[in-house]
């Protein structure tokens, strides 16, 4: 009364989950790199933007609960001439000051940067990849372990690149003397 889907008696069942089994590891991997290339990159930038605002903030905070024991060290008798031994309060509150605009003009670098470096890669990873390639032999394993590294190397540049949003006021507030905090 039972009707066979396959006249034999053959379930290919196992089979076929162990072929999908098989394709899903390289499918995954896939679309990991399309969400790094399509979601992650995209917004690293504003990732550590906001990490370098809630630093900023942060230090905001700290300079407020500060002042109070920071003017009294004005008033400590064995101090630096006029500052007392509030002089180093001085040079992190230019710190603080200076952060903001150092944190913009590291944003501008770091989109120069990016545009012209990025320019530079995408036009000549392929091309060295596949005169790397061994025996000039391009396999779908072979793309998908160009694209791992080509999606590696993006993650590295926009993170070394928008780094400059941080570095660079780090950097010079220590050519001018100023403490060495860092965000």
């Known amino acids: 009364a039972g009707v066979k889907v396959?006249?034999?008696?053959w379930d290919g069942g196992p089979v076929v989950f162990t072929l999908i089994g098989?394709?899903?590891?390289?499918?995954?991997?896939?679309?990991?790199?399309?969400f790094t290339l399509a979601y992650l990159l995209p917004n690293l930038p504003f990732?550590?933007?906001i990490g370098i605002v809630l630093g900023w903030?942060?230090?905001c905070v700290e300079a407020i609960l500060a002042a109070p024991l920071w003017a009294v060290m004005h008033?400590?008798?064995?101090?630096?001439d006029l500052t007392g031994r509030g002089g180093n309060g001085y040079m992190l509150?230019?710190?603080?000051?200076?952060?903001?605009a150092l944190t913009i003009f590291g944003l501008i670098a770091a989109l120069v940067l990016t545009e012209l470096m990025?320019?530079?890669?995408n036009k000549i990873f392929f091309s060295v990849f596949i005169s790397g390639s061994r025996w000039g032999l391009i396999t779908i394993l072979s793309i998908?372990?160009?694209?791992?590294?080509?999606?590696?190397?993006?993650?590295?540049?926009?993170?070394?690149?928008?780094?400059?949003?941080?570095?660079?006021?780090?950097?010079?507030?220590?050519?001018?003397?100023g403490g060495s905090e860092q965000m």
């Open 118 to 121: 990025g320019e530079f890669v």
């Open 47 to 49: 990732l550590m933007w």
């Open 144 to 177: 998908i372990f160009a694209m791992s590294v080509y999606t590696s190397a993006m993650v590295q540049l926009f993170r070394k690149t928008f780094s400059l949003m941080h570095v660079i006021p780090d950097q010079l507030m220590r050519w001018i003397g």
């Open 22 to 34: 098989f394709a899903f590891l390289p499918i995954a991997g896939l679309v990991a790199l399309g």
């Open 57 to 59: 903030l942060i230090m």
């Open 93 to 100: 509150l230019l710190g603080l000051l200076l952060r903001p």
């Open 75 to 80: 008033l400590h008798p064995n101090g630096d």
């Open 6 to 9: 396959l006249g034999n008696g």
